[in-house]
């Protein structure tokens, strides 16, 4: 009940916060897309739409997922509202999950908007069979997954750095996170076992954004854009991957945050 | 001086506004000055900064379709720009690279290797004229996408009409005939290539396969442009030579080309494929296309007016013959 309140609030701070301003260039983007790719593309508009789309839900989200993240806890305490909130009977691991329920709560408004705005261009342009709509939707499933994951990793560093760095961190972690197969292989060709052997622990320790973006080696946006189904079970084993990752990295938050001194 | 001063007093908060749309405003004419000077011939460096298709993939960070999507815009921009393409050292140097790496960020896109392998095959000014290129970028296409029987065939188009090489045009229209679901007349294209001879009916047939079957719109454009301008050099050596046997009876080339009609060489004088009436020049016995034309001309790869000619000469002397026969009953 009490996290339940705390997302609440973050989820009205986000909103006063003009989060959702995003949108409308989103539009734009979407509106403009219809228009213009006519006439500079040679067929595939309505794959150019989807591309464009899914791709813009998901940058846009993850910046999101970054920016407001990293000030998710640091913001509280340098307007130091931390110190009434915790002087209510709230434990610090409430408040860590509430505030990123509350993010992640922000995210999934501003991805079912988004959504509904890329249906209505590619409906606008016409010709798209109901189930090329229903075909979007595990992408986007996907997507969200990453920026639920996303915002985990920025919520660990607001909760003991500085905004910059905090960005700094989880935008490069953001970036690894799409190589991490290449720490695999990497692993896998070297000769060397140390090396091997810590290859193997990066790609097991930094979080695997590209379990969200390929499923069953096939990029999750462009089966989409080409109407193709995914695997239920590999959507399945993603989520379960989100899940533990996010609930790994909450803890290390929630303890992070408890052991902090507010004195 | 002091009706300056409260003139500006009462305007305070009008002036900056005023100024500020008056910068706004001279911005363009500012921006067109300087346009003006740059050096348009070097504006275009034509360099591509990574030409790589796995370090563009690698840089693309998931979003392969998208970055693969801004590739083709690009390539058809690069393609497109005619003018462009002219001033450049080598018209389309980086074509084949640009293509390379959209088919490589998306292997699916099985439009890009059909029209990209026009790109690169047409010759020069129209197209790259790397002929080799368009068939590497169509074998990728068939090795990534295998039940697409059109890539086939536009190889073997390829090798026919970029190359002239019947015989491996037969062989690729022959395996793409293979293919389940290519169309029943693959199998009668591959055998007349692989045949000899017949070597612009058989690109009449082509051209007009494409002409009735392609869903693309620029594609049934090119065919039929292709179509135009084989009807019109044949109506252009036809009447060459009716005006060839003229001058030979009468002496000297007919002033107008109702004459040729008047004397029963021809029936009727024909038009272009738009219908526009062809230029005649009495004094050099030359045609062309009138400027008003439809056709939008395209110089064919195969020179066969001699060919043409032997045959209108044969059914000339054959009905020649015939009517010398009958007049003599």
Known sequence: ???????????????????????ILFALLMIASSFVLGQLTLGYDDKVIIDLGLSAISVFGSLIAIFIGIGLVYKELERRTVYALLAKPVHRWEFILGKYLGLVFTLLVNVVIMTAGLALTLAYRGGIPLHGYLRLLPAIYLIFLSLALITAVALVFSAFSTPALSALFTFFLWIIGHFNLDLLRFSRTTESAPAAFIFKALYYLLPNISNFSMVDSRNVIQSAAYYEPLNAAAIGWATIYAVLYCAVLLTLAAAI??????? | MSGFRSFLQA??????????????????????????????????PDILYFASPSIVKALALGYDGLVADVYWMR?????????????RLIRYKNLPALLDIVTTLDPRMADVY????????????????????????????????????????????????????????????????????????????AARALSEGGEVEMARSLWQRQLEEATRQDIRENARNHLHSIQADEDIWTLEFFVEKYAALYGARPRRLDDLVSAGLIRFVPADPSGVPYDYDPDSG??????????????????YREEFRERLRRLYDAVKTQTTKTSKR
Do not use: H
Not at chain 2, 16 to 39: I, M, N, S
Not at chain 2, 287 to 302: A, C, D, E, Q
């Open chain 2, 286 to 303: 030359w045609f062309s296309l009138n400027p008003k034309t439809g056709v939008r001309y395209i110089k064919m790869t195969y020179d």
């Open chain 1, 257 to 263: 945050f408890s052991g902090r001194d507010f004195k």
């Open chain 2, 75 to 87: 390539a058809i921009q690069y393609y497109g720009r005619r003018e462009e393409a002219a001033r």
């Open chain 1, 1 to 23: 009940m009490r996290v339940a309140a705390i997302a609440r609030n973050t989820f009205r701070e986000n909103i006063r916060d003009k989060i959702l301003y995003n949108l």
């Open chain 2, 114 to 189: 059909r029209a990209g392998s026009v790109f690169l095959g047409e010759p020069e000014p129209l197209g790259a004229g790397e002929p080799l290129e368009a068939i590497r970028l169509l074998d990728k296409g068939i090795a990534r996408l295998p039940g697409d029987w059109r890539l086939g065939f536009d190889k073997g188009f390829a090798y026919y009409l970029y190359l002239k090489d019947r015989g491996r045009a037969g062989q690729a229209w022959l395996d793409a005939s293979r293919v389940p679901g290519a169309p029943p007349w693959m199998e009668g294209l």
């Open chain 2, 11 to 44: 305007q305070r908060r009008r002036l900056p506004v005023a100024g500020v749309l008056a910068c706004a405003f001279l911005l363009k004419p500012v921006q067109d000055r300087l346009e003006a000077r740059l050096d348009r011939a070097s504006a275009d």
